[in-house]
């Protein structure tokens, strides 16, 4: 991703609309080089994962409402979905440079009935989400769950309840950092690829809770 980080790290310091206007050509060669190696990325996880759908976002900020009004995104970002109703989740990579390169994976902003319906599993039982994320393996590539949470119990639940900690999170979200080295690798694309492979039992107990009741019965 030579061209996309070239790029990228002149608009940290030139992002105004007149730099990017005569630069415009440097742009879409940083651009079509990250879609080139989003798209390969696709591929492999169509090997072991039902993505749904794929995007890429756009380079130009919504500053109407900001405070920043910087006209320009000083990263490229791309997401995947996973094909509901059966399967859920979400993917995301995000490329910048000076170290800030990273890749997402989780629930970002469950809906309310999913988030309740979450909250009761933890309730109801915390071991299993609790063996996945302590796995050897797992821990080591994705380390601990991120995410905002209430300060206290949800309403109508325990706040003393020991799984309360999972059960005040309102987001579920792993991340892993590359630095700019790493993303110039030639194995990039399939680490993440890897990476991402493995958070297959985390996805695959969410899947699981979201789409039955809390006596297991399907809901879909």
Same mark, same amino acid.
């Given at each position: /991703?030579?061209?996309?980080?070239?790029? &990228?790290?002149? *608009?940290?310091?030139? $992002? $105004?609309?007149?730099?990017?206007?005569?630069?415009?050509?440097? @742009?879409?060669?940083?651009?079509?080089?990250?879609?080139?190696?989003? !798209?390969? &990325? #696709?591929?492999?996880?169509?090997?072991?994962?039902?993505?749904?759908?794929?995007?890429?976002?756009?380079?130009?900020?919504?500053?109407?409402?900001?405070? $920043?009004? &910087?006209? @320009?995104?000083?990263?490229?970002? +791309?997401?995947?979905?996973?094909?509901?109703? #059966?399967?859920? +989740?979400?993917? @995301?990579?995000?490329?910048?440079?000076?170290?800030?390169?990273?890749?997402?994976? +989780?629930?970002?902003?469950?809906?309310?009935?999913? *988030?309740?319906?979450?909250?009761? #599993?933890?309730? /109801?039982?915390?071991?299993?989400?609790?063996?996945? /994320?302590?796995?050897?393996?797992?821990?080591?590539?994705?380390?601990?769950?991120?995410?905002?949470?209430?300060?206290?119990?949800?309403?109508?639940?325990?706040?003393?309840?020991?799984?309360?900690? &999972?059960?005040?999170?309102?987001?579920?979200?792993?991340?892993?950092? @590359?630095?700019?080295?790493?993303?110039?690798?030639?194995?990039?694309?399939?680490?993440? $690829?890897?990476?991402?492979?493995?958070?297959?039992?985390?996805?695959?107990?969410?899947?699981?809770?979201?789409?039955?009741? *809390?006596?297991?019965?399907? !809901?879909?």
């Amino acid at each position: /991703m030579k061209k996309t980080i070239a790029f &990228l790290k002149h *608009l940290e310091t030139n $992002n $105004n609309r007149d730099w990017f206007a005569d630069n415009k050509e440097t @742009y879409q060669e940083g651009l079509v080089e990250f879609k080139a190696r989003f !798209l390969e &990325l #696709e591929t492999l996880m169509k090997s072991h994962d039902a993505i749904d759908k794929s995007k890429v976002f756009r380079i130009y900020r919504d500053v109407r409402f900001s405070k $920043n009004k &910087l006209p @320009y995104k000083t990263h490229f970002g +791309g997401s995947f979905s996973r094909k509901k109703p #059966e399967l859920r +989740g979400g993917y @995301y990579v995000h490329i910048q440079p000076n170290n800030k390169s990273f890749i997402a994976t +989780g629930f970002w902003d469950p809906n309310k009935d999913d *988030l309740l319906r979450i909250r009761r #599993e933890f309730e /109801m039982d915390d071991q299993e989400i609790r063996d996945i /994320m302590s796995n050897k393996t797992f821990k080591s590539i994705w380390g601990t769950i991120e995410g905002d949470a209430l300060k206290t119990a949800p309403r109508d639940f325990d706040k003393a309840h020991k799984a309360i900690d &999972l059960i005040r999170m309102k987001q579920f979200i792993f991340t892993k950092t @590359y630095t700019d080295k790493e993303v110039l690798s030639s194995d990039f694309i399939t680490s993440i $690829n890897k990476n991402f492979k493995a958070i297959k039992p985390f996805f695959n107990y969410m899947s699981d809770v979201l789409t039955t009741n *809390l006596n297991g019965e399907s !809901l879909i």
